[in-house]
């Protein structure tokens, strides 16, 4: 007797079974309850018994397999290799990997049973389904790569971002739509930029042109909302030598074919006229032009990206906008979400404009964490371009170093807007009505009054004080 051996009980205590068929049956019905399929040769390497989940996982039935010697079944291909045949030549338990023909995926272990004159008896192969195991591996690591993948996009998206100073992408809402467009931006797809106005269109579209392969050629911004109606086609266009009355005598080239290898950008492209959507339709498809009193086309190759703050279905349903040009428009459209809805840009857009205004007029304004909570909390209709406004207007207005609550009052509307006895109220009055509030807040937020002060980035004897004093003027609620 060898260790690490199985050998054939000497004497089965199997004093509760009554009798050998009732051991059999038992048994047997252990057996088949396995969720591991089970195979059982002799001594021979002959099968002489298989359960239900080896059947289902290998695609072979009992009928298949019984009776007929391990070595005729690789033979004949029935069965790809066999752990049986390698456990009786070594003597040892087998494990393999094997792939059925039902395409499942197995590990197989192979256990050789010896009597005890340690010849072995039978070999019993266990047959663990390891497919749904594969496949959640194999998903996991594909999760696992375009996360992967996704992160260094973003790593990439950042470091471009600093060297454009004037792009902030703090938020995952902004970053996500600028890994999507810089896929976009590689290739000379039409691409249709929406969002509410000033919520930084523009700056999207020429993220996209900086880093496409016109990068090098011209860049043209055109706001299409701002070009007189008479002047529109010409501006965009052009025009040929007696085109109309005060023209220039050698024509002039058109917006178009000053972007030509390059991109045009069109802003507002929904104030553009039906004729004017018209001949953009014909330059979008054709890749052509005709200038205005001209007859001869002209060829451009242009990259163009639009934007609108309107919606265009809605427009295109009214009547003021062309169907066919508004699905030529949106071969790639682009939703930028407004401010109120990536707020995690917020702190940093407003340090931006206070540090420019510092280099520019050698000041050194900063700005306290309460300013930085009532910004968080004002719902910018404008967006970033009234943040912006916003804080130049507090840079003015601040007599102290530190740019405090009290420089925001000109937020259009208000933060907090007074009215009925509030309007009546003193300036100090509403700065402590609003700075209650913020504190308020937090209080009833977080859990204690020292995560309170860290939230507000506060010193908590400060906030402490701050709160007390509240208290007593009944401005308070918690």
């Not at 039902?102 to 192969?125: E, K, L």
């Not at 309107?310 to 428009?329: I, W």
């Amino acid at each position: 007797m060898k260790r690490n051996r199985v050998y054939l009980p000497e004497q089965p205590n199997l004093q509760r079974l009554p009798d050998d068929e009732y051991i059999i049956k038992r048994l047997l019905s252990i057996l088949e309850s396995s969720f591991d399929g089970i195979f059982v040769t002799d001594s021979k390497a002959v099968p002489t018994w298989v359960n239900r989940s080896y059947e289902v996982i290998s695609g072979l039935t009992a009928a298949d397999v019984v009776g007929v010697p391990m070595e005729k079944l690789v033979e004949t291909g029935i069965v790809s290799q066999s752990a049986t045949l390698m456990a009786m030549e070594s003597g040892s338990p087998i494990t393999i990997e094997q792939t059925f023909r039902t395409g499942r995926r197995a590990v197989v272990t192979s256990t050789p049973i010896f009597d005890w004159d340690d010849n072995i008896a039978m070999v019993v192969t266990n047959v663990r389904d390891i497919s749904e195991l594969t496949a959640l591996q194999e998903t996991l690591e594909k999760h696992r790569k375009i996360n992967e993948r996704y992160e260094t996009e973003i790593s990439v998206i950042r470091q471009q971002l600093l060297r454009s100073p004037e792009f902030v992408a703090e938020d995952p809402a902004i970053l996500d739509i600028l890994r999507i467009v810089g896929r976009a931006a590689l290739l000379d797809t039409v691409v249709l930029v929406q969002g509410e106005t000033g919520v930084g269109k523009e700056r999207i579209a020429a993220y996209i042109h900086q880093h496409s392969p016109r990068n090098q050629k011209n860049y043209i911004r055109v706001n299409c909302g701002a070009i007189p109606e008479n002047l529109a086609e010409s501006e965009l266009f052009g025009y040929d030598r007696g085109a109309f009355t005060g023209a220039n005598r050698e024509g002039k080239l058109g917006l178009f074919e000053v972007a030509d290898g390059g991109t045009i950008f069109l802003d507002e492209v929904g104030e553009l006229s039906l004729n004017l959507q018209t001949k953009l339709l014909r330059v979008l498809q054709e890749k052509e032009l005709t200038r205005v009193g001209g007859s001869k086309p002209i060829k451009v190759n242009v990259r163009v990206i639009a934007a609108t703050n309107r919606d265009l279905k809605t427009a295109v349903e009214e009547g003021t906008f062309r169907e066919d040009l508004f699905y030529r428009l949106s071969v790639f459209p682009v939703y930028v979400p407004p401010l109120r809805e990536r707020k995690l840009d917020i702190p940093k857009l407003a340090s931006n404009v206070i540090r420019e205004l510092n280099q520019t007029y050698g000041k050194q304004k900063t700005i306290s964490p309460a300013t930085i909570a009532a910004l968080l909390q004002y719902p910018w209709p404008g967006n970033v371009r009234e943040l912006r406004n916003v804080m130049e207007r507090a840079f003015i207005m601040s007599d102290e170093t530190e740019i405090t609550p009290n420089d925001l009052t000109l937020i259009r509307g208000g933060i907090d807007t007074p009215t009925g006895s509030d309007a009546k109220s003193t300036f100090q009055e509403q700065v402590d009505r609003f700075e209650a509030q913020v504190i308020s807040r937090a209080l009833r937020q977080e859990n204690g009054l020292r995560a309170a002060a860290r939230s507000l980035d506060m010193d908590p004897a400060t906030l402490l004080r701050k709160k007390k004093k509240y208290q007593e003027k009944q401005l308070l609620q918690l």
